[in-house]
């Protein structure tokens, strides 16, 4: 009888801890930029990097963008985030983010290719 009780237990056990295993939250998919974006996240440090931290809640001259693809979405009613992304780098005057003033340099159209405005618009896509 006694060892019944201790099969009966094993068996518990290992339902309870088979159970557990299945119940593990998996770690979430590292972030492993495309291409594209890693040439961005380049861009981004030489030319933005100064003004902008990808740090939440971190303001050096201009807002954090560390949640901007995902901030992009709603700047302006009726435009898409990549849209929106394209004017804040090209025409900053454009529209200003509540709080802050019109310190943005409007030369980047000139100071930086249409690759490298397409790779920096790509990482900042990845921010959410
Ligand atoms: C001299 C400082 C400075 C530099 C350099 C700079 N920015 Fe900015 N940026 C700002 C300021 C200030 C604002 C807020 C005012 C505004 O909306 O234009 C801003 C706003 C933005 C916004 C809008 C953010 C939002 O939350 O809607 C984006 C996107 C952005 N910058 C991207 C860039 C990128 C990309 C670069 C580099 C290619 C860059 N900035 C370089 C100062 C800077």
């Excluded at 009780?5 to 998919?29: E, H």
Aim: glycine share 8%; proline share 7%.
């Amino acid at each position: 009888m006694r060892y019944w009780i201790v099969v009966l237990f094993c068996v518990l056990l290992l339902v309870a801890c088979s159970g557990n295993a299945d119940s593990t939250p998996t770690a979430p998919p590292s972030v492993t930029l495309s291409p594209e974006a890693a040439r961005g996240k380049t861009v981004f440090s030489q030319n933005c990097g100064s003004c902008h931290s990808t740090i939440p809640e971190t303001v050096i001259v201009g807002p954090s963008l560390a949640d901007i693809a995902t901030n992009a979405e709603t700047r302006k009613p009726g435009q898409d985030g990549r849209a929106y992304l394209y004017t804040a780098i090209l025409q900053p005057g454009d529209f200003l983010v509540e709080g802050y003033d019109n310190l943005m340099p409007a030369t980047f159209g000139k100071q930086l290719t249409g690759e490298d405005l397409d790779a920096v618009v790509a990482y900042l896509l990845t921010l959410e």
